[in-house]
RNA sequence: GCCAAGGUGGCGGAACGGUAUACGCGCAGGUCUCAAAAACCUGUGAGGAUAAUACCUCAUGAGGGUUCGAAUCCCUCUCUUGGCACCA
């Protein structure tokens, strides 16, 4: 029975994934020579954090999208670099472990193994020689080390300040960390607390972040979100005396504002009742001669209604103030302003909307053309003055909300702005407060520093500690700066070894603190002034007592304790254990004290991508045990063999690294950063995306890596969700990717993920539509088999009609396959994975048509057999083999040992195939040798070929008057008929067409009676007539 | 409130000035089979008309506009989803 000759398996996806898995990492195929790499291109995707019990279905989908991409750019020529890791430190790691009640260390270990084992499974090019994992000390020990650089160059600093608490994970938050009021985590609301900790002045670099961001190519609502995060606003501060109701002068006030173009129409002023006028009116103050006559200026009812509305405000949770909407409250304080500009007195109202910690504390009220200005002015039944005409030309009195116009309109009332329009007034009114010495031009940010303390236990004790008797004199590590080179030592051995690197740096020693200084252009959101030029010094009063713990000594090893559950009085777990705590000064050598807070896991993330391509950067006496010998998986032997094993891996980098006394190997970090192509989520735009650039930033200005921005291109894929809710545990919609690769496997469930949408989009994650996939998966592999198999039964067999078989693909299939080609390798290009998938279907389904056309009814079968030429199968496979990595790879393997005795094989590949016995059956790799050049993963793209692309007849739509009459089949005049009409002019062609078109009995119809007033034609696509 | 991205068949989505609904799912009918599954073939936006083909009309959130021609470009509105938010 010829139609049953070859007998088609199924494909077994059990055995071939495990298979090639095996196979690929013996081959060290996904291992790139990061030393020796012509074309590097890194191709990172964030790394998980473990918080749940295993990998989610939407990391799946990121890693998918992402290593299409990777292995594309393999094909395409590129050595690809393609790590992967854990961010299994920080509270989300431990909130889950807390949740379940395990020890996180042990919760690490579990995690990091289930983990490992799914990412192992979802066929990505990890290399797997070369994981992060943040917990580990031989990671965070650089950790540290990174907090201690800040440290030094005067970008981290303690300091007294009302922060973000959260009283579900217990600890203090970043500003990033709130949202909407609640904490990012554990979506509980946040309160605020007076707590002491260390910031990351991360405001010294609003400016350049902000500028940077603009050439970033990066996805645009990530750019977009972190420029509105930055916040930057130019304005002026305008200072007005404080006066008592006879016109004496007893202080002064501060307003910022981005509009003095409406100072004529001021009418008020309001204060926060956090602002420190606030504080003198009410007797709380220095004792000073002004307090004192303040408190004498408000009577005795007033001084209590401000006392009462104060507390009642600070009282007020952030919560509670936001309930109240836009309704707005307030006291009069007794006292008046005094506007220059018309000599007007302006009553001081204290309210809480204004924010303390916006611009400085202080509004004026311009109620015409401010809408919570206005409602505030109807509230307190303050004056209202036009001083805009807008585009309506209402020039009535402000009465109701709508006529408050902010945005655009012709200044009038307004003395020398008038009959200006808005934005040049603006400019005059700033230019003559400076002249008068009234105000100040500023720019402010929205940005604050970044709270580094964690008041919790599964994190990088932070290195720090704190010595009394320093402190008693007044010394810390800046006074012994200069003189204590111990605490440079590290320091400067890296500039020499940086020195010494074959490649230059820019800017290879670290810069002078001048040097420095110059680049921090603005950094007006500290929380203290002293800190607010940007950089720190000796005289630094909170650092008075502080040393770094110094670099030889790290890592501060995270002990395992078993009171690690945090407490409600922002007092750090490890604070309880004398053991870690009590040590002696790095100076003076008496009792001290380290740091008990741990730092936030952002930091643990924010250099990862430094990391990855130097991994193995042992320092020579650490060998096998990683640096500083210690692991948090000593305690169990399951855990010590585990981790030996990961060591085992990363050790084989070992003997290209430096000695170790540094996170990462310069001349590897030189080739391979910044990384070419990132990809994650969206949701990390103004934390991990705005904390690496950064870390990146000031990394390049202290000299130590020769780039400022971490990742060339980002790319945010979208979420996958399910039954139109994204998927979390309480909607029970979460779905488990190791189910589905049993059932399906992991090329179908890959390619049916990133064919659920456009990956910049998400998409919507159904069972029976995963089905469908798979039924196409076997479809392709019936498909590869049945060609390859006609070749190989044509000897033996030798079927009596040859033709149907005949291993030349017809022209249809030839065309098809040349359109595919194109068409997939532009849409991987762009990420348009799911489009990129449907080519290839239409494909498969031109090739069944052709099978079926080329057979005789009774033996149609989907397998398109003999209609396809080997050649070309193994274009399509390539093709394929980004989306369907495992059995592309075992069809491409079966079709060496079909093509053996193919003489159109050149000759060098022939050799690499020894071994081969010919059989069609499945065949273990064992059986020929399989080195990574003979992978399908690195074959080089297909081509296509333009002259499959040119048609001979073109399907042309005639329309009549805009709508479709009938379509036409003519000769193609494209392009290479086109080019010599053109030369000949157009109207033969058009006048060809034309004829054709108007034979049409469907367009005569249309065309009957009437006139045809104009004809436009379009090539190859379209011809209307306009009746 | 502001900013961004979106609204296309029963569903996920194609097309992004030129034949709307590619590709897939679902559904219906058929082939094969003792039967089922699998696989394959055919059909499938809505309405009208016809013995049937042909054919006609209407559909891309709503309404206007530009154009020979608009899902696509412009304006107004509306809804959904993200982000920011009493930011002066």
Redesign the pocket.
């Known amino acids: 029975m010829k139609q049953d000759a070859v007998s088609i398996e199924k494909y077994q996806h059990k055995d071939v994934e495990e298979k090639w898995r095996d196979a690929w990492e013996k081959s060290s195929l996904d291992t790139p020579d990061l030393a020796a790499a012509n074309n590097p291109f890194y191709n990172l995707m964030m790394f998980p954090y473990p918080s749940a019990e295993g990998l989610h279905v939407g990391n799946m989908y990121a890693f998918t999208g992402s290593d299409i991409y990777g292995r594309f750019k393999r094909m395409a020529g590129y050595d690809v670099f393609e790590p992967i890791g854990l961010d299994g430190f920080g509270i989300h790691s431990e909130n889950f472990a807390l949740k379940i009640g395990r020890h996180p260390m042990d919760h690490a270990k579990i995690t990091e193994k289930n983990y490992y084992n799914q990412l192992h499974n979802i066929g990505a090019m990890f290399d797997w020689t070369r994981t992060v994992e943040t917990y580990d000390p031989d990671y965070y020990r650089w950790t540290q080390w990174l907090f201690v650089q800040m440290f030094k160059h005067g970008l981290c600093y303690r300091g007294k300040a009302e922060v973000n608490w959260c009283p579900g994970c217990k600890t203090v938050l970043a500003d990033e960390q709130v949202?909407?009021n609640s904490c990012e985590r554990c979506g509980k609301t946040v309160e605020k607390r007076q707590l002491e900790q260390w910031f990351f002045k991360i405001t010294a670099y609003a400016e350049k972040l902000l500028q940077n961001s603009f050439s970033l190519d990066w996805a645009?609502?990530v750019k977009?979100?972190q420029q509105?995060?930055i916040?930057k606003?130019e304005?002026i501060n305008i200072t007005y005396p404080v006066v008592t109701d006879s016109g004496e002068k007893v202080s002064e006030v501060t307003c910022?504002?981005?509009?003095p173009d409406t100072n004529f129409g001021a009418t008020f002023v309001v204060l926060?009742p956090e602002h420190p006028f606030v504080g003198e009116l009410l007797g709380s103050g220095d004792g000073s001669s002004l307090s004192k006559r303040v408190t004498k200026q408000v009577n005795a009812v007033t001084t209590a209604q401000i006392h009462d509305y104060i507390d009642a405000s600070l009282r007020k949770t952030a919560q509670e103030?936001?309930a109240?909407?836009?309704?707005?409250t307030g006291v009069f304080t007794g006292f008046y302003c005094v506007n220059g500009l018309n000599d007007k007195k302006l009553p001081l109202y204290i309210s809480?909307?204004?924010?303390a910690d916006?611009?400085t504390?202080a509004?004026?009220g311009v109620p015409g053309h401010?809408k919570?200005d206005y409602?505030f002015a109807m509230q307190f039944d303050i004056d209202i003055e036009r001083v805009v005409i807008a585009k309506d030309g209402d020039v009535s009195p402000i009465s109701r909300i709508e006529q408050v116009q902010e945005e655009e309109g012709i200044m009038v009332n307004s003395g020398f702005l008038n009959g200006l329009p808005i934005s040049e007034a603006i400019h005059r009114m700033m230019d003559h407060l400076e002249k008068k010495g009234w105000g100040k031009r500023v720019t402010t940010y929205?940005l604050r520093d970044w709270l580094i303390s964690r008041q919790r236990y599964w994190g990088p004790p932070i290195p720090m500690i704190f010595c009394e008797a320093c402190a008693q004199k007044g010394q810390s590590w800046f006074t012994h700066r200069e003189t204590a080179e111990v605490a440079n030592e590290n320091l400067d051995s890296i500039s020499v070894s940086l020195a010494e690197d074959a490649f230059s740096y820019p800017s290879r020693q670290p810069r002078s603190q001048s040097e420095i200084e110059q680049n921090f252009i603005g950094s007006p959101r500290s929380h203290f002034d002293d800190l607010s030029i940007g950089l720190l010094d000796n005289s630094a009063h909170w650092a008075v007592g502080w040393y770094p713990v110094p670099e030889s000594d790290l890592p501060v090893v995270l002990p395992r304790i078993d009171d690690y559950k945090p407490g409600d009085d922002g007092v750090a777990p490890l604070a309880k254990h004398k053991d870690f705590y009590n040590v002696a000064c790095p100076q003076c050598g008496s009792a001290a004290r380290r740091e008990t807070d741990v730092s936030d896991t952002f930091l643990d993330s924010s250099w990862y991508f430094l990391r990855y391509p130097s991994v193995g950067n042992y320092h020579e006496g650490d060998a096998g045990t990683g640096a500083g010998s210690v692991s948090h998986f000593e305690m169990s032997a399951e855990g010590a063999s585990q981790r030996e094993d990961r060591t085992a891996r990363k050790m084989r980098h070992a003997t290209k690294a430096p000695d170790g006394s540094f996170p990462w190997d310069p001349q590897i970090t030189r080739r391979w950063l910044p990384v070419h192509m990132y990809t994650g989520g969206?949701?990390h735009?103004?934390l991990h995306l705005m904390y690496s650039r950064f870390v990146t930033m000031a990394l390049h200005d202290w000299g130590y890596i020769d780039f400022d921005e971490p990742f060339s291109t980002f790319y945010a894929h979208g979420l996958v969700i399910k039954d139109g809710a994204?998927m979390s545990k309480s909607k029970g919609n979460v779905v488990n990717p190791d189910e589905y690769i049993g059932l399906y496997g992991a090329d179908a469930l890959r390619l049916y993920l990133m064919?659920?949408?456009?990956y910049d989009?998400g998409?919507?994650f159904?069972d029976?539509?995963m089905?469908?996939?798979s039924?196409?998966v076997?479809?392709v592999w019936r498909l590869a088999i049945k060609n390859i198999s006609t070749y190989h039964a044509l000897d033996s067999l030798a079927p009596s009609d040859s033709s149907w078989h005949s291993p030349v693909s017809s022209a249809t299939v030839k065309k098809a396959l040349h359109r595919a080609i194109k068409k997939v390798g532009e849409d991987i290009e762009h990420r348009?994975y799911?489009?990129a998938?449907?080519a290839m279907?239409?494909l498969v389904?031109t090739i069944?048509?052709e099978g079926?056309r080329l057979q005789t009814p009774e033996r149609?079968?989907?397998g398109g057999q003999g209609v396809m030429g080997l050649d070309d199968i193994r274009d399509f496979l390539k093709m394929l083999a980004p989306f369907a990595p495992y059995m592309t790879e075992e069809l491409f393997q079966r079709m060496k040992s079909t093509m053996t005795n193919d003489p159109a094989l050149p000759a060098g590949r022939q050799t690499s195939m020894s071994n081969e016995n010919g059989d069609t059956k499945a065949k273990t790799v064992s059986q020929y040798t399989f080195t990574k050049s003979i992978s399908i993963h690195v074959q080089p793209w297909p081509v296509y070929d333009p002259k499959f692309l040119e048609e001979e007849t073109v399907?042309i739509?005639v329309?009549v008057?805009?709508?479709?009459?009938?379509?036409i089949v003519v000769k193609s005049h494209l392009p290479a008929m086109l080019r010599k009409a053109l030369q000949a002019g157009m109207s033969k062609v058009q006048g060809d067409v034309e004829k054709e078109a108007r034979a049409s009995e469907?367009v005569a119809?249309?065309l009957e009676g009437k006139s045809v007033k104009?004809v436009?034609f379009?090539p190859g696509?379209?011809i209307?007539f306009?009746v």
Do not use: C, Y
Not at 256 to 259: A, C, L, M, P
């Open positions: 949202i909407d645009k609502k977009v979100a509105a995060w916040g606003k304005g910022f504002t981005t509009r926060a103030r936001a109240e909407g836009r309704k707005k809480d909307f204004v924010l916006f611009g504390g509004v004026i401010d919570r409602e929205h969206a949701e735009s103004v994204k064919f659920t949408g456009p989009q998409g919507d159904r029976s539509a089905e469908g996939m039924r196409w076997q479809k348009r799911n489009t998938i449907a279907m239409e389904n069944g048509e079926a149609r079968s989907d399907e739509a329309q008057n805009g709508k479709l009459r009938d379509t469907r119809r249309h104009k436009i379009i696509k379209i209307n306009v």
